[in-house]
Every structure is written in C-alpha cells, then in structure tokens.
C-alpha cells in the first residue's frame, strides 16, 4: 500500500499544471494534500470526484488560506478534521482518516513566519505541534497505527536543508522547532525517508520560487510522512519524488505492508 503526501500550493493552481494526470498515473493508495487553499464548490468537479478515489477537503475559514485534501482507493471508516480547538480548526489543518487499525493525519503544520516576515508565529506553530500530539497519544493508546503525513514546515537536521548555517534564526530551522520535532521521534515515531536514506543529503522537498532555487536544489526537506511505533514495522519503502513538478514542493512516499490495516 503506498501513502503520498503532497502541498500542492493551491489545488486551482496545481490542476492548471497537470495534477489530475499525475493523480490518474501516481498509483497511490492514500493521498494526502496540504495548502488546498480553496473552498470545497472551488474545486474543480474533476478533482472533488476524481475516478477510483474516495475524496474529501476541509477548508480553513479564511478565503484562499491554507486547507487539506485527501483522497483515497479504499473505503474511509470515517474522518475526523475538527477537534473542538478553534483557533486550530478554523485554519483548516488536520484530517484523521481511520482505515481499521490504521490512522492516517494529513496535516499541514503552520508556518513559524508572522505578516512581517519575523518568528512572531512560532509560538502557535509550537502550540499547534503539541496539540497535535497530545490527540494522537490518545489514538495511540487506544492501540492505533499511525501515520502522520503532511508539510511540517520544519527542517530537522542540518542534513534537510542545503545552508543551514544561514537559516539558523530563521522560521523552519529555528532550534525551538526542531526540538519539536526531535519530541516526536524521541516518544517512537519514526521519520520514514530518513530511516531508509540515513545518510542521504541534498534531497528536498521544498524550494523558495526565487532566484531559481529549484533548478540549483538549494532547498528544504520539510515533508515528512512519520510512523508510531505501532505502525513502523510495516513500512517497507520511503522516497521523495522532486521530478514531479506543479508546485514548490515535490510529493513524499511510503510504502507499507496492506496488513497494516487488520486486527
């Protein structure tokens, strides 16, 4: 079964580049789409009912402003996106698709930068981080698989991202967030590109859309898919996929055994 995490940085705009051929040939399982950035009747009728694809979006309340999508070949127990916390919930960033013993949260963790362009935002990311969590430690003793996909915004190591020296004080490789991250990994979940690529650097998933960042790979690795300790001993594969193009972020994949679901 394969797993494919993707910010599409707007699905309009992403469709006006050749998403649905790519959703039609990506030969995914499970789907998961941050930064939507689009109501549910904006969506073109193709992409909402795409064939073979069970599909579902939850919009953040701000016009044009983040949002989540997924989609998926097998039938959904159901999913969850709003948790009674508003200041998360109406910025559209998580949904909890229940697949048997499987959960599957799409998230689109927030960005750290403020409207000025400072770190004023890295208290709620943090907030956020921890929110999250807490709600999965929760599934996770109710004997849950769990699967976290989505745009972390945070860059873990100095091996994500092509200068770290520079961007030390910057949102996204701040220490205060990459502890976060290190948080997570230390209570059992697994970072899947990097349990199978260790040593691998210079491979990204996000790249500024100025100076040509992209073309020269001066990028960020700040989209994970993460596996609790339940659920990593099914992983069978992970990789990054910079050749797809369409947005400035590329997907992310993992591969599990199908038994990942059952009792």
Not at 89 to 94: A, K, L
Request: charged fraction near 25%; glycine fraction near 8%.
């Amino acid at each position: 079964m394969k797993l494919v995490s993707w910010n599409v940085n707007g699905i309009r705009a992403a469709a006006k580049k050749g998403f649905l051929t790519w959703l039609e040939q990506c030969e995914a399982d499970i789907i998961g789409l941050q930064e939507v950035r689009a109501l549910s009747h904006q969506i073109p009728e193709d992409l909402v009912s795409p064939s073979g694809f069970h599909a579902h979006f939850f919009a953040g309340k701000k016009p044009g402003y983040s949002g989540v999508g997924l989609y998926s070949r097998l039938p959904v127990d159901f999913i969850e996106s709003e948790f009674g916390e508003p200041r998360f919930d109406h910025e559209g960033r998580i949904q909890i698709a229940h697949f048997g013993k499987l959960l599957v949260a799409n998230v689109y963790f927030p960005n750290g930068k403020g409207k000025d362009g400072d770190n004023s935002r890295i208290p709620y990311k943090l907030d956020f981080y921890r929110y999250l969590f807490d709600i999965l430690q929760k599934k996770q003793s109710e004997g849950f698989r769990i699967i976290v996909m989505g745009d972390y915004n945070t860059a873990h190591q100095e091996i994500d991202l092509a200068r770290p020296k520079e961007n030390r004080e910057v949102s996204g490789f701040c220490q205060n967030e990459r502890d976060e991250i290190t948080r997570w990994l230390d209570a059992g979940y697994v970072d899947s590109y990097r349990h199978f690529h260790e040593d691998k650097a210079q491979r990204y998933t996000w790249w500024s859309q100025r100076a040509g960042a992209r073309q020269r790979n001066v990028g960020w690795r700040i989209d994970y898919l993460l596996a609790n300790a339940a659920a990593a001993p099914f992983m069978l594969s992970g990789d990054i996929h910079p050749e797809v193009l369409g947005s400035d972020h590329c997907p992310v994949s993992l591969v599990v055994d199908d038994k990942i679901i059952q009792p």
